[in-house]
């Protein structure tokens, strides 16, 4: 039973109902939320499944039962430095190995199949804010001509902004707080309009 439950359960499915069912809010304010499928980290090197953009930064990765958890340890890692929320959603016969493997401070829900067919979300433990968030890696979510004209806004000459894409950020680290490199990229995030162009 355990093997066909988990045949009717895939990817696409609990992606569904994660935007139907937890993020269904935030779809009704998107005027100040972006939700993004498939957002890319560390220059293309992770991803995360869906993150929600507002005044924070939200990841959510989903373990279906066709995935397995190895790349799960070396995803955490790349996650805690970008998101200020982490949830992780995953099938049930990951429950025993999960809960060991990511920090204590992410969100941890269970994915199963009610007797209609249906998928029901568990929440089996609640989230709380990345205690160690950094600048650092939320700041490569920028685009180089995003960091550019924030550079240029705040007054650095023409010549300084032809410098390297690490440069630039190390720069823009220079000028603003951690706060305040969380609410600029947060902005950019939710107001790109050609960002699959990328």
């Not at 439950?5 to 779809?27: C, F, P, Q, T, V």
């Not at 989230?127 to 685009?143: A, C, F, Y």
């Not at 550019?148 to 220079?174: F, H, I, M, W």
Request: glycine content about 6%; overall charge positive; proline content about 3%.
């Amino acid at each position: 039973m355990e093997n066909l439950e988990n045949s009717r359960i895939d990817e696409k499915r609990i992606r569904k109902a994660i935007h139907s069912k937890l993020l269904d809010y935030h779809h009704n304010r998107s005027n100040c939320t972006r939700v993004i499928d498939e957002l890319g980290l560390d220059h293309g090197q992770a991803r995360i499944d869906i993150a929600v953009v507002n005044g924070s930064l939200h990841g959510i990765e989903i373990k279906s039962p066709q995935d397995n958890l190895s790349r799960l340890p070396s995803q955490a890692k790349v996650y805690n430095h970008y998101f200020n929320k982490v949830t992780l959603v995953f099938a049930n016969k990951f429950y025993s190995d999960v809960v060991s493997m990511v920090p204590e401070w992410w969100r941890l829900i269970s994915v199963s199949q009610g007797n209609r067919g249906g998928l029901h979300l568990n929440t089996i433990r609640s989230g709380k804010s990345n205690p160690k968030i950094q600048s650092t890696s939320i700041i490569k979510l920028l685009w180089r001509d995003e960091v550019v004209e924030l550079l240029r806004t705040n007054g650095v000459p023409e010549s300084d902004l032809r410098q390297t894409k690490s440069a630039l950020y190390g720069r823009l680290l220079q000028q603003i707080n951690e706060n305040g490199v969380r609410k600029i990229v947060c902005a950019a995030l939710r107001n790109r309009e050609d960002w699959r162009n990328r």
